[in-house]
């Protein structure tokens, strides 16, 4: 099946220090990936949508200057935190839809997740 | 709008006894439904989806869905639980009439297995 890989699935930095996370899909091509932030205990929430070869779509709130969404290949999107500071703190997971071919409309294409980067920013 | 409810938050149960996940959501189009499984410190899996078709739709693990259009309903069963089962499920909408392309989560319901 559909595999997205996330790495790291970890990572602690020091304060004003950038941090970046990959997203690849291995078996398949992805020209849409999602970003999600989740605090502990709560819901995902969507940050952005990763377009290959275009620019990432930010949802409101969301900085585009701190963080960061490349999406140079079908298989690969990457999310850099800038300049982090302690409450950039999260888990942060990518997302990247399977093509349903019965289906035409996109919202019919499953997700498949990445299992996530928990960032600490000290 | 679209937006997914799901009344409960936290759900203990014992081990072997049924469970019922609720999961409302509204929206003025069609739409997609899922529920996803999310383990601690993981990403999410699917569990199961309606696209079309029968209302009941069976997942893996044992666990099953039905769409209740009148209701706006997809709650999430599974007859007899196991402690493996202890995670957070997230029931999911997407819109399936335009080429608009977001899922909507909904808050979570954290299921506990005592044994």
């Known amino acids: 099946g559909a595999v997205v890989s996330q790495h790291p699935s970890w990572v602690i930095c020091k304060s004003g220090t950038s941090v970046k996370i990959e997203c690849r899909s291995l078996d398949f091509q992805a020209t849409t990936m999602f970003w999600y932030r989740q605090f502990p205990k709560q819901s995902l929430m969507l940050m952005a949508t990763s377009n290959e070869g275009s620019k990432a779509t930010y949802e409101q709130g969301v900085e585009k200057d701190k963080f960061l969404i490349n999406h140079a290949s079908l298989t690969l999107s990457t999310l850099t935190v800038t300049s982090a500071h302690p409450e950039d703190s999260s888990f942060y997971i990518c997302?990247?839809?399977?093509?349903?071919?019965?289906?035409?409309?996109?919202?019919?294409?499953?997700?498949?997740f990445g299992a996530g980067s928990r960032l600490t920013v000290l | 709008a679209q937006s997914v409810t799901q009344l409960d938050s936290q759900v203990p149960v014992f081990e072997e006894a049924p469970v019922e996940l609720r999961c409302n959501y509204s929206s003025s189009v069609s739409v997609y439904l899922f529920w996803y499984v999310q383990y601690p410190n993981q990403g999410l899996q699917l569990l199961l989806k309606y696209l079309s078709g029968s209302t009941l739709v069976k997942g893996i693990n044992g666990f099953e869905a039905e769409f209740n259009k009148s209701q706006t309903s997809f709650h999430l069963r599974k007859p007899s639980v196991h402690i493996s089962d202890t995670a957070e499920y997230f029931c999911?909408?997407?819109?399936?009439?335009?080429?608009?392309?977001?899922?909507?989560f909904g808050p979570g319901t954290s299921l506990s297995v005592i044994p």
């Open positions: 997302s990247a839809r399977v093509q349903n071919d019965r289906f035409t409309s996109p919202g019919a294409n499953v997700l498949t």
């Open positions: 999911a909408v997407s819109d399936s009439k335009t080429s608009y392309d977001k899922v909507i």
